[in-house]
């Protein structure tokens, strides 16, 4: 992402956790905790969805870990079908020792986190592109941002809309954009900054 970007290894439940991490400038606000999409289709911690999270995160004053799943990159272990890996986050999570953390994830990530946070009690919890169609997810926190392109195709505005709506929770629609954020990067950094300032 920067130039400060460290790589660093966390001890996971099926090995190795390979971690990209960058601190601010000044002394952390507190830590947040960033998942990418689905490992098997391409999904690494260099995503770009994942980056912008990161930057905007960075930019608010929190020390960001982008996580790479098992069996992404140098993090060791099999995929685990989204099982693992919540414990992986969660062993990063608790590697991380900030009181104060978010958690933050794009699709497949997204949904891990939402799992992750029913059991942790994030600060802030961004979802974005959830993976409203990738089996049964708990309700989210009070609070929750979730986002989502208006020409999502890999992930219907409906399922999200389905998911959200007994909750009463809702959901921020960014005009134009696709599952990936193509030209939209900048407005997902926008909305992600002006809820957790």
């Known amino acids: 992402m920067r130039a400060g970007t460290r790589r660093l290894f966390v001890a996971g439940p099926a090995g190795q956790i390979e ?37 905007a995160f960075l930019e608010l004053g929190y020390e960001t870990w982008r996580p790479n799943f098992r069996g992404v990159g140098e993090s060791e272990g099999v995929h685990d079908h989204g099982r693992g890996e919540v414990d992986d986050l969660a062993a990063v999570l608790e590697h991380m020792r900030h009181e104060r953390f978010a958690l933050a994830g ?25 993976a409203a169609t990738s089996g049964d997810l708990p309700p989210a926190p ?15 505005l409906a399922a999200v809309l389905d998911w959200a709506r007994p909750q009463d929770l809702p959901v921020v629609l960014v005009p134009g954009a696709d599952h990936f954020f193509h030209r939209k990067l900048h407005v997902l950094r926008a909305i992600v900054r002006a809820y957790c300032a």
């Open 19 to 55: 971690c990209a991490v960058d601190a601010p400038a000044g002394t952390p606000v507190g830590g947040a905790l960033i998942a990418h999409p689905h490992p098997l289709y391409g999904g690494t911690l260099d995503n770009k969805v994942v980056q912008s999270l990161a930057r």
């Open 106 to 130: 794009f699709s497949f990530g997204a949904a891990a986190q939402l799992r992750l946070a029913v059991r942790t009690r994030p600060g802030k919890l961004v979802l974005v592109g959830l």
């Open 142 to 156: 009070e609070g929750t941002l979730v986002i989502h392109g208006e020409q999502d195709t890999t992930v219907p």
